[in-house]
């Protein structure tokens, strides 16, 4: 996670300077507490191995940055990247995860799933490299509250916020 927030600032700065959009995914495997409990933490880890490879498979530039943000959150920091584009790798992470039909009795889609929050900005927007990774902290909690298996943006450029 240390490597990941320096290169957060790192990437930020390099925004700033450069003038074009941050954009954050912020992933959280649903109802993972739920899933340990049922099959086990031998499962569970398997099942996280399963979705980081997902991820992975999604993010395919080499200036894009794939991690594991603690317990069973990801987050993907895409440097130059706007919201469509941003958009685009979060919809194909979630349908990658939903498509190995990792068996999840518990939950209600019957299999794994993701909740993405997605933000994009052009420093210096949404007050630094952590309010937008703050901000796609808040709309994966959209996206949770929506139903989950969902992905919720938001894009702030440098004035008022546009939210969908």
């Not at 109802?31 to 099942?47: E, S």
């Not at 995860?97 to 209600?108: D, K, L, Q, T």
């Not at 952590?130 to 894009?155: F, I, M, T």
Request: glycine residues 10%; hydrophobic residues 40%; aromatic residues 6%.
């Amino acid at each position: 996670r240390r490597a990941f927030d320096e290169r957060m600032d790192d990437e930020w700065r390099r925004a700033r300077r450069a003038g074009t959009p941050l954009s954050v995914l912020f992933i959280d495997v649903d109802d993972f507490k739920a899933y340990n409990d049922t099959y086990g933490h031998a499962l569970g880890d398997d099942a996280l191995s399963t979705v980081a490879h997902g991820i992975a498979t999604a993010v395919r530039r080499p200036g894009d940055v794939p991690a594991r943000y603690g317990g069973e959150e990801f987050v993907v920091l895409l440097p130059d990247t706007p919201l469509e584009g941003a958009l685009h790798i979060a919809e194909a992470i979630r349908q990658r995860v939903e498509a190995c039909e990792i068996a999840h009795r518990v939950s209600v889609h019957g299999t794994v799933t993701v909740s993405i929050g997605c933000a994009t900005a052009s420093p210096p927007g949404l007050g630094g490299a952590y309010g937008l990774l703050g901000a796609a902290d808040q709309q994966l909690y959209k996206a949770k509250a929506a139903g989950r298996d969902c992905v919720r943006p938001l894009a702030h450029a440098a004035a008022p916020v546009a939210s969908s």
